[in-house]
C-alpha cells in the first residue's frame, strides 16, 4: 500500500545515454511532481503534471522531458544523460489524497538514485 | 516569485539541548502554506507540519513546536531536549499560487550523545 513507486531505485548510467525514471501511484491523483535533490540544493521541482497529458516546467526543467499518459504514470526522460544530472530524484503526489485535493503537502516516493559517470 | 532560505546549512548539538531551525519565505500570495519536512538517515521524506497564512498560532507537538510569524515571514521550527534521533536533514517548504510546493536547501541536525 506504498501509494507510490518510482523504478528504477537505482541506476549507473554513462553520459549522453537516454535515461527514464518511472513514477507509478496508486491514489488516483490529479496532481504528480518530479524533484531532484542535491547537496546544498534541498529539493528542486523539474516538471509537474496537473492531468493526463497537461504537464508544466518547474525550476530546473532544462535537460528533462516528461509525459503521462495515464493517471498513475509520470514518466521523467533525461534525453542525453550528463554528469550534471547525477542526483536523487523523488516523485510526490499531494496528500490527502482525493483527486483534487491540493495544499501543498506532499507525499514522496522513495526516491531514484541516478548516477551519471 | 517563492523562495525559502534556511540560512542554516548544518547545525551541531548536543543530546538534551535544544535547537531552532530558521526559515523565512518570500511570496506574493495572500493564501499559502507552510510546511516542514523531516529527511531521516534513511532517505525517506517525513512530513511534519502544514500551517496556512492565516493560522499564526504557534503549535506544539511533544518536542516539537513551530513558531509563524508573517510580519518577519518566518516559519522556524523548534526542538527541545534534542534527541540523536532527531538527527536528519530538516526542510521547510512553501506552497502558494501555481500548485508547486518550494523547498529551502535543508538543514542538517547532527544530535551528539
Known amino acids: 500500500d506504498a501509494g507510490i513507486t518510482q523504478s528504477p531505485r537505482h541506476k549507473v548510467t554513462e553520459t549522453g545515454t537516454p535515461v527514464t525514471l518511472r513514477c507509478h501511484q496508486t491514489?488516483?491523483?490529479?496532481?504528480m511532481y518530479w524533484y531532484r535533490q542535491d547537496p546544498g540544493h534541498g529539493l528542486r521541482l523539474i516538471h509537474y503534471s496537473y492531468g493526463v497529458k497537461d504537464t508544466d516546467k518547474g525550476e530546473v526543467s532544462d535537460g528533462y522531458s516528461v509525459s503521462r499518459s495515464k493517471t498513475e504514470d509520470f514518466l521523467l526522460t533525461l534525453e542525453s544523460a550528463t554528469s550534471s544530472q547525477t542526483s536523487v530524484y523523488f516523485c510526490?503526489?499531494?496528500?490527502?489524497?482525493?483527486?483534487?485535493?491540493?495544499?501543498?503537502?506532499?507525499?514522496f516516493g522513495e526516491g531514484s538514485r541516478l548516477t551519471v559517470l | 516569485a517563492q523562495k525559502v532560505t534556511q540560512a542554516q546549512t548544518e547545525i551541531s548539538v548536543v543530546e538534551k539541548e535544544d535547537v531552532t531551525l530558521d526559515c523565512v519565505y518570500e511570496t506574493r500570495d495572500t493564501t499559502y502554506y507552510l510546511f516542514w519536512y523531516k529527511q531521516p538517515p534513511s532517505g525517506e521524506l517525513v512530513f511534519l507540519i502544514r500551517r496556512n497564512s492565516f493560522d499564526e498560532q504557534n503549535e506544539i507537538s511533544g518536542r516539537y513546536s513551530w513558531n509563524f510569524q508573517k510580519s518577519t515571514s518566518s516559519f522556524n521550527f523548534t526542538i527541545t531536549a534534542s534527541q540523536v534521533v532527531d538527527s536528519a536533514v530538516y526542510f521547510c517548504a512553501l506552497y502558494g499560487g501555481g500548485f508547486k510546493t518550494i523547498f529551502g536547501a535543508g538543514t542538517r541536525l547532527f544530535v551528539k550523545a
Open positions: 510526490a503526489i499531494p496528500f490527502p489524497t482525493s483527486f483534487y485535493a491540493n495544499t501543498g503537502e506532499l507525499f
Open positions: 491514489e488516483n491523483h490529479r496532481y
